[in-house]
């Protein structure tokens, strides 16, 4: 294999080698930020794992987006139908079987709570979540960033089956624009703030304009000339975690869109030239095998923390039971072990049926 793939062969790609390693570092990433305990290093990128859910919709975006394209191209359309029959067979088994198990759960444990979490169910079971209200009680917090990705995955083939890829391109261009006028201040406070509500919506976009950009051939070409060496992965991934390390304070407005553009940098060498010197790190059996069902881990973890803490109880010594980086791995353990049994017993069976829909 080339170590940079050709125009032809990236378009007729359906299986990216490294995303499932890159999955493995965003979920990671979360799971290491919901990790207890104290830090050995006091280090304030220790403290940004949350930015793996940006790296998450960045992936997501593109990834959607280059399938859609490679319908339009293959097909002649896009079955608006087999999009919305896929997304539902992989994300609604595990979301919805999950809000099943906490309310029987509560239910026959008699939690106290049981009347809160009835009053937010609504939010959960319509994808809303991302806009509860602070009167609400959220006992799946989580949720929020799937409902950000079911609202944008109604609306997004909807658009682009109206009219097509180009035009959404120029408006996430000019979406993007505004969302950086916002965050420099240029328009007020209140479209700061409006931004800052925006930012996951415009974080998926940005992996969407990636897609297509890279589904132009004159584009992709230019960007394979600066991909070429496989030290450009290792590079913008560097850059990436330089960046988010140098910010002394809060990432939102520019740095948080600077990040979101690295993220999408590094993703753009990863999926272009796979022969890159972070290949044998993110082909390892067990980071692909953490990518493939990171999103059980994403929806599981939650209630493993506390059986993490738990297990912490086993070591002896204060140090030990109090240490982040011991409960970051009973965490990871625990909670890939659950979705990977999830997975293969539960998940499986929907995502076979899934297979009838997709685009061969």
């Not at 079955?79 to 029987?104: C, D, E, Q």
């Not at 624009?177 to 209140?190: K, N, P």
Request: charge should be positive; proline fraction near 3%; charged fraction near 15%.
């Amino acid at each position: 294999m080339r170590a940079v793939q050709t125009f032809e062969e990236f378009q007729e790609s359906k299986h990216f080698a490294l995303l499932d390693g890159i999955r493995a570092m965003a979920i990671l990433a979360v799971l290491w930020h919901h990790s207890a305990g104290q830090s050995f290093f006091q280090w304030a990128l220790l403290e940004r794992g949350y930015l793996g859910v940006d790296l998450f919709f960045v992936l997501s975006g593109f990834l959607i987006t280059h399938l859609l394209i490679k319908e339009k191209r293959i097909k002649g359309k896009i079955s608006l139908s087999k999009f919305y029959v896929r997304r539902t067979l992989r994300i609604f088994p595990l979301y919805y079987g999950y809000l099943l198990a906490l309310m029987a759960w509560a239910i026959v444990t008699q939690n106290q709570k049981l009347e809160m979490m009835l009053s937010s169910m609504p939010y959960y079971l319509l994808y809303v979540s991302n806009w509860m209200p602070e009167d609400q009680y959220q006992f799946f917090h989580r949720a929020w960033s799937l409902a950000v990705e079911e609202q944008f995955y109604l609306l997004w083939p909807l658009l682009v089956v109206g009219i097509g890829f180009f035009r959404p391109a120029l408006m996430i261009i000019v979406a993007l624009g505004v969302s950086m006028l916002c965050a420099m201040g240029f328009l007020g406070e209140y479209a700061f703030k409006l931004n800052q509500m925006l930012v996951p919506y415009r974080t998926i976009l940005l992996g969407c304009l990636v897609a297509i950009g890279l589904n132009t051939k004159k584009i992709y070409e230019i960007f394979a000339q600066l991909t070429v060496s496989p030290l450009a992965a290792p590079l913008t991934l560097a850059a990436s975690v330089g960046f988010i390390a140098a910010q002394s304070g809060p990432i939102v407005g520019v740095a948080q869109m600077a990040v979101q553009m690295l993220m999408a940098a590094f993703l753009m060498t990863c999926v272009i030239n796979e022969e890159n010197y972070l290949k044998s790190i993110l082909s390892l059996a067990w980071v692909r095998m953490i990518g493939v069902v990171s999103y059980g881990i994403y929806i599981l973890h939650g209630q493993l923390w506390g059986l993490s803490g738990k297990a912490m109880a086993i070591f002896p010594g204060d140090a030990l039971s109090d240490s982040r980086g011991l409960f970051f791995v009973v965490l990871t353990l625990l909670s890939t072990l659950f979705a990977y049994i999830s997975y293969n017993t539960y998940e499986k069976f929907f995502m076979k049926k899934k297979q009838r829909y997709e685009v061969k």
